[in-house]
C-alpha cells in the first residue's frame, strides 16, 4: 500500500468515526432539532392541550388546571427529555399523577393526542417513535398502581 493511499484510507475512517461519535453524543440534540426546538414543542403542546380538551376519555382528568403552568412545565419537559437546553421545572410525575388514578386507557389516549398533534406540526414519524420512546419511560410514574 503506498504512503498516499494509507493516507487517504485513515483519513476516510477518522472522518467516519467522527461523523459517528458527533451523531452519537448529539443523538438527544437531534431530536429536539427535529421537534422544532423549543418554539416548535411550545406549538406541539399547544395543539396537545385542544385535543385533550375534545377527547372525551381524557379531558375530565384536566378540568379547573392552571393551563399555563402545564404548557410551560410539559413544554420544558419535553425540551429537555429531548436534548434541547431546557430545565424541567414542574413537581415530580409521581406526586402530579398519583390521586388521578389515570387508567393505561388514558395514558394511551394522550400519547394518541401528542402523536396526532406532532403530526399537525410536521415531525417525522421517526421523531415521533425516538420522543414516545423516552416518555414511555415515565409511564410507571404516571399510571395508576
Ligand atoms: C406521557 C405522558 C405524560 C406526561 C409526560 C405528562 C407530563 C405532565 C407534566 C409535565 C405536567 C405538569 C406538572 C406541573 O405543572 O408541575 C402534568 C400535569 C398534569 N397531567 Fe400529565 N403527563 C402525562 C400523562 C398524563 C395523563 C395520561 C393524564 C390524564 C389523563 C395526565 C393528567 C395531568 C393533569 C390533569 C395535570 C395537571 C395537574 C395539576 O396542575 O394539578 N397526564 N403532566
Known sequence: ?????????????????????????????????????????????????????????????FQGIDVVQFHTNLTDQICEISGGPCTYGGRPM????????????????LAEQLVLAMEDNGVSTSAQNRLLDRLVELHPQITHR
Open 94 to 109: 409521581t406526586e402530579v399523577h398519583t390521586d388521578m388514578n389515570v387508567t393505561e386507557t388514558q395514558f394511551n389516549a
Open 1 to 61: 500500500m503506498t504512503l498516499r493511499m494509507g493516507t487517504i484510507i485513515l483519513l476516510t475512517t477518522l472522518a467516519l468515526l467522527t461523523g459517528c461519535a458527533t451523531r452519537d453524543t448529539a443523538s438527544g440534540d437531534a431530536l429536539y432539532q427535529d421537534l422544532g426546538e423549543r418554539a416548535g414543542i411550545a406549538n406541539i403542546v399547544e395543539d396537545l392541550l385542544y385535543r385533550i380538551v375534545e377527547d372525551e376519555r381524557i379531558a375530565f382528568q
